[in-house]
């Protein structure tokens, strides 16, 4: 059964929460990527609270910006500092004991994850990221690498200031597209079925800003003419190790995140899982559900 609140934290930031399982037991942290919402987690939650599974108190919140959460209107207020600031904040209100078991992450998500796991290590046990690039492979592909540079192209149109605007027309038609052309519904059906596209517009109809607003916000995204400011950007490598045990679950078939994102992912990553999978995209929860979750079991019991 999966519950469903509002939790305001702190810093005056209110996040939409999804959850399953039993308040005091550990704790699994669930976050999501663009143009997504905590629902995707559903049948990982459920999973991992079963008693045979573990019994995990598992949480998915809607980041800032997505579903019911905070919507800030200053594009400043989506940088990774405050996403950060959020989800430490989540984390001390569901896990003040203990560090979670595990933060398991997507996409933006992931990119939260990643600078989380960097600043505060002692808020998590685990990592887990899927299909979401480490900042220093990031970084390194969009400077030297035209495939990269071609595939993140998306990015410089979701910085318009009318790109919500667009991608609302026509029953959102260029949203689906992005589902579509990074390997949705390739068999004709798949998983982007009309119970799930239900489930996208109900998000989508709360507002589109918020989502846009994370890539409007970062740095790093596809040098232009007139905006090269990435190729001078510099990264220390202490702003990019993780200590933790990480798992990277990584669908092969992601057109957006090539597999050069995973190579020299061990010199960030000391204590680094990687598992690839060949017959997945960039939306390989949708897609093969079963398959994340035998993975995460198994790192979870290493």
Not at 43 to 49: S, Y
Not at 117 to 128: D, T, V
Not at 174 to 188: P, S, T
Request: net charge negative.
């Amino acid at each position: 059964m999966i519950e469903t609140w509002l939790q305001p934290l702190p810093h005056g930031i209110t996040l939409s929460c999804r959850a399953a399982g039993e308040r005091g037991r550990p704790v699994l942290l669930f976050l999501h990527g663009f143009p997504e919402a905590a629902f995707v987690w559903d049948e990982l939650l459920e999973h991992f609270a079963q008693p045979a599974n573990g019994g995990y108190r598992c949480v998915a919140p809607n980041l800032r910006g997505y579903e019911k959460s905070s919507a800030p209107t200053d594009v400043a207020a989506y940088r990774a500092k405050h996403l950060v600031q959020d989800i430490a904040a989540l984390i001390a209100i569901e896990s003040p004991q203990a560090p979670l078991a595990c933060l398991i992450a997507h996409d933006w998500g992931g990119a939260v994850a990643w600078n989380l796991a960097n600043q505060m290590p002692q808020l998590s046990a685990r990592l887990a990221i899927i299909n979401s690039p480490h900042p220093g492979t990031f970084l390194r592909e969009l400077k030297t690498n035209p495939k990269q540079q071609a595939a993140s192209a998306y990015m410089n149109f979701l910085i318009r200031p009318d790109a919500e605007q667009l991608l609302a027309e026509d029953d959102y038609r260029r949203l689906w597209a992005f589902f579509l052309g990074m390997g949705a519904g390739q068999d004709g059906v798949g998983w982007l079925t009309d119970e799930v596209k239900a489930r996208y517009r109900t998000v989508w109809d709360q507002g589109l800003t918020g989502g846009c607003n994370y890539y409007r916000a970062s740095p790093l995204r596809p040098p232009r003419a007139e905006d090269p400011a990435v190729r001078a950007i510099e990264l220390p490598h202490e702003m990019l190790t993780i200590s933790l045990p990480t798992l990277v679950l990584w669908g092969m078939g992601d057109t957006a995140l090539p597999p050069e994102l995973i190579e020299g992912l061990d010199a960030y990553i000391p204590r680094l899982t990687l598992e690839t999978v060949a017959d997945a995209t960039h939306w390989i929860v949708h897609e093969q559900p079963q398959r994340v979750i035998s993975s995460l079991q198994r790192f979870l019991q290493t």
